[in-house]
């Protein structure tokens, strides 16, 4: 596994990190949680993201469990804020109130005396900006968290929160977590070089596209079980792309790769690049995209995967 910063922060990260999203404490048993989190942890992964309404508070638990007896120093644990997770009008935004109230509670819920990473998960466009970064800026004072970050944010509002940190003297975002893929590009990645500019690290989720960038779906088929079974949308999308994931399935085991390796290993030449955020339900497969860390596309590979996408750049 390879390490990188997390944009212009001190902060060393693996280049996968693992996320929860729905999985744990939803989705698969505790036992088998603990299975998945192990397996990062013997490939070398160390960079763990959750949010507290994942699985409505019962993802966050079970990381929690799990860290108990583990050498926090050694963890980086990322989690989020911004969606409804009790009653009232404070039970959700990016306000003073309810970022502090759910930090606290992310905190109980892990079982940590801090947060690695605090991210807002989506814009608040009726609370002030300055008040947002303020308080974040306090829980980075109050050692709560050590850092905080973005997620679902364009970079217009990337712009404005740096510009309104530095005007104030606060504490500033270090990363950006937004949808991006090979199949999912446009507005997300317009947003890279201002996070260049600005500091961040990317820390894209559903770099896989919700699956349809692995071997599961090259046959046209779908599988029982899998996540495109019933689901009209992404049927759609895998009828849609798949000429293309077929010629990026060649095109990867040319090279000795599979497609999903190869999707993370190209978001990872991505600038600024930090970690993809991987999501799994057993432990064979975060060894399989693990695997992603180190790979090397060289400038006339990057070009042909670009050609295999339809040689559209945002």
């Known amino acids: 596994m390879n390490y990188r910063r997390l944009g212009r922060s001190g902060l060393t990260v693996s280049e996968i990190c693992l996320g929860a999203w729905i999985n744990f404490g939803g989705r698969i048993p505790d036992e088998e949680t603990f299975a998945v989190l192990d397996a990062a942890l013997d490939e070398g992964i160390d960079f763990f993201d959750t949010a507290d ?21 050694t963890l980086t644990i990322a989690t989020k804020c911004r969606w409804r997770m009790w009653p009232g009008p404070n039970g959700e935004g990016a306000g003073r109130k309810h970022i502090m109230d759910a930090c606290h509670d992310s905190l109980r819920r892990l079982q940590t005396d801090y947060l690695d990473l605090y991210q807002i998960h989506g814009p608040d466009r009726d609370t002030p ?8 800026d306090e829980l980075v004072k109050a050692g709560k968290i050590r850092y905080f970050g973005w997620s679902n944010y364009d970079a217009e509002m990337i712009a404005e929160n740096a510009r309104l940190s530095e005007s104030l003297g606060l504490n500033r975002a270090i990363s950006l977590q937004n949808n991006y893929s090979m199949l999912v590009r446009g ?7 201002r996070c260049a500019r600005e500091g961040l690290g990317l820390i894209p989720y559903s770099p896989l596209a919700q699956g349809l960038l692995s071997e599961k779906y090259l ?5 029982t079980g899998a996540r495109a079974e019933g689901n009209e949308g992404l049927l759609k999308r895998l009828q849609e792309h798949l000429p293309t994931l077929k010629a990026l399935g060649e095109f990867a085991r040319a090279r000795e790769l599979s497609l ?6 190209w978001l990872l030449h991505q600038v600024p690049m930090a970690a993809p955020i991987i999501g799994a339900t057993r432990p064979e497969q975060v060894r399989e995209n693990a695997k992603a860390s180190g790979v090397k596309l060289s400038l006339e590979e990057l070009a042909e995967i670009e050609t295999l996408l339809g040689g559209k750049k945002p």
């Open 53 to 73: 309404v994942y699985a409505g508070g019962k993802a966050e638990e079970v990381m929690g469990r799990w860290m108990q007896g583990k050498d926090r120093r």
């Open 129 to 136: 900006a300055e008040e947002t970064l303020r308080a974040l």
């Open 187 to 193: 507005t997300e990645e317009r947003a890279n070089p």
């Open 219 to 223: 046959s046209g088929e779908v599988p």
């Open 260 to 265: 999903s390796q190869l999707a993370l290993a």
